[in-house]
């Protein structure tokens, strides 16, 4: 089984409304990440978590706030946020980094 | 100079023709290559891993080319299913670099 969930799957939010989103995967899986896509781009890589740790932080600004409460979970904190930021947010999680990674279904999120 | 470019297309088919394009990467010490397809408004799937010796898998033949530092997608006997983004995936150091992505069509 290969399936990332994610929840929800649309979030309209305000300016200054706080937020969270999650991701859950049961595949054993050690590294977990979180990227940005827009429209007609490549998703952009936003967090790594590594066995539970964060290991990359793409200079993210702090209004996105991730969180790994267990190796199962991702959480991603969303406080401020501003309409550039409406986007899909995906989850993905792959053995180890730099392995193929699984994606998925993502949030599409819109701020207002 | 991106890390990984694609030619975004549109490659527009018919159904059953043969459709090819490459990926370039500009890291040599690039370590692992992957495509992933993504439809409209949904996530990218793994399509295959990309390895030195080549690999087949149905209808999709990729081919890594570590002197020329590029990858390549080709696919036979094209169905409508088939139209998507297909994405380049290069890893370094564990990190994972995408390409903007090349969009096939394939029409009836």
């Known amino acids: 089984d290969t399936e990332v969930t994610q929840t929800p799957k649309h979030l309209v939010m305000g300016m200054t409304n706080k937020k969270s989103l999650k991701c859950e995967q049961h595949m054993g899986h050690r590294a977990m990440y979180w990227y940005k896509q827009k429209a007609k781009k490549p998703p952009e890589l936003m967090f790594v978590y590594s066995y539970e740790k964060l290991s990359i932080n793409e200079s993210v600004p702090s209004r996105f706030s991730p969180e790994c409460p267990n190796s199962s979970l991702l959480n991603l904190h969303l406080h401020a946020l501003q309409p550039e930021d409406s986007a899909l947010y995906l989850c993905?999680?792959?053995?180890?980094?730099?392995?193929?990674?699984?994606f998925g279904p993502g949030t599409r999120l819109t701020v207002t | 100079r991106k890390e990984v470019e694609q030619d975004p297309g549109p490659f527009n088919v018919p159904e059953g023709a043969t459709v090819a394009f490459n990926c370039t990467y500009s890291n040599s010490a690039s370590q692992s290559f992957f495509w992933y397809r993504q439809d409209c408004r949904k996530e990218p799937k793994l399509l295959m891993s990309v390895y030195s010796s080549g690999n087949e898998d149905g209808r999709f033949t990729a081919q890594l080319n570590r002197a020329s530092q590029y990858i390549s997608l080709l696919i036979r006997d094209s169905k409508l299913s088939d139209s998507a983004t297909y994405l380049c995936v290069v890893t370094y150091d564990y990190k994972l670099s995408f390409g903007a992505g090349t969009t096939v069509t394939v029409r009836a």
């Open positions: 993905a999680s792959s053995q180890d980094e730099g392995y193929e990674q699984y």
